[in-house]
C-alpha cells in the first residue's frame, strides 16, 4: 500500500512566484495602526503603500479564478473590467481629496511603466539565453492602435487649452478648475474614449477572441477556488485596496514635503507602479518562461485598458467626486511620456518579435523619463 501524497508546508506557497506578495500582509494592519497612531506621514505613506501589493495580488487572484470558471466571453471581461481595479480605487480617493494632478500623473505612470518598464522588463529578462522571442504581431498592433487612439484624444484638450485658454498645468499645481468649455471637451473625448474601449471588448471578445486569448497561458498554481470562495476574496481584497487606498492618499502630501519629492513624482512612478506590481511581476515571469503573447498582452493591454476605461471613467466620476469636475489636460512632461510611450509600443511590436536588447533599450528609456520626471 502507497503512502499517502505528502501535503504542501503552509509556507510553501509563499516562497512560489505566485506567493511573494502575501509576504507584505502584514504591512496591511501595520499602515492601519500607523494611520490611527498620527504617525509621521512617510512611514504611513510606505506601509500603505506596500500593504496595497498583497490586496492587489489577491483582487488578481480571485478575478483569474472566477474567469477560469465563467467561459472565455464572461472570463474576458471579468479580467479587463477587474484588471485595473486596485489603480482606480486609488484614483477615486485623490479624485475625493481634490489632487487631480496626483490622478493625471497615476494615469499616465501606469501607461508608461506597462509599456517601457513592464515590456521592457519582460523583453529583456525573457530574451537572455535566446536568439528572440516571438509573439502575435496582429494581437499587439491592435492594442498599440488603441493606445495611440488614447493618446490623441487626450492631446486636443491640451492643444485647446494652449490656443485658446491658459495654457497647460504645472508640475506643482495640485487642481486647476478649467473653464466649462476644456471640461466639456475633456467630457466628449471620455466619453469617445469608453465607445472605442466597448468596441474593443467586442474585438477581443468575441470576433477576434482567438487573437487575444493564447495558447499555453500562465496556470494557477495550489488547489482552484471554488465560485463562492472566489467571490468572497474578491470582496475582502476590494475593502482592503478601499482602506489602504485611503490611508496612501491621505499621506501623500506630507510625504511629498517631508521626502523632498513632488507629488507629481510620487503619483507618476511611486503610486503607478506599487497599483500593478503583482501582474507587472506575473509579465516578467511569463516571458522568462517564453511567452511573450501573454506578457505583451498583460503590458499594452493593461497601458490601452488604462487610457481607454479607467481615464475616462475618471472624468465622469469627477462630477461626483471632489470639488469640481477634472478635465483631460495633461502637463507637457506626461504629454512628452505618452506621446513616447504610444510610439515605442506601435514600433516594437510591429514585427512580432523582440530581443533582450530591445527590452534593454525600453528599460533605459523608462530611466530617462523617470529622471525628468524627478528633477521636474
Known sequence: MSAPPALPKPTSFLRTASGWPYLLVPCIPLAVVLELAHASAVPTFVASALGVIPTAALMGRATEELAARSGPGVGGLLNVTFGNAPELIIALFALGAGLHEVVKASIVGSIVGNVLLVLGASMFLGGLGRDRQRFSATAASA???MLLLAVAAVVMPAIFELVSGTGLPS?????????ATVEHLSLAAAGILIAAYLAGLLFSLRTHRDLFNPVG?????????????????????????AAMSEILVGSI??????????QFFIGAIVVAIIGNAAEHWVAVLVARKDKMDLAVNISIGSSAQVALFVAPVLVFASYLIGPNPMALVFNGFELAALALAALIASQVTQ???????EGAQLLALYGLVGAAFFFA
Open 143 to 145: 492594442q498599440s492602435s
Open 171 to 179: 508640475v506643482s499645481a495640485e487642481r486647476i478648475d478649467y473653464d
Open 253 to 262: 502630501t506630507e510625504t511629498a514635503k517631508q521626502a523632498g519629492l513632488s
Open 351 to 357: 514585427d512580432g518579435e523582440s530581443t533582450w536588447f
Open 217 to 241: 497561458g500562465e496556470e494557477l498554481e495550489g488547489e482552484p477556488w471554488s465560485v463562492r470562495r472566489s467571490v468572497a476574496m474578491l470582496a475582502i481584497a476590494g475593502v482592503a485596496v
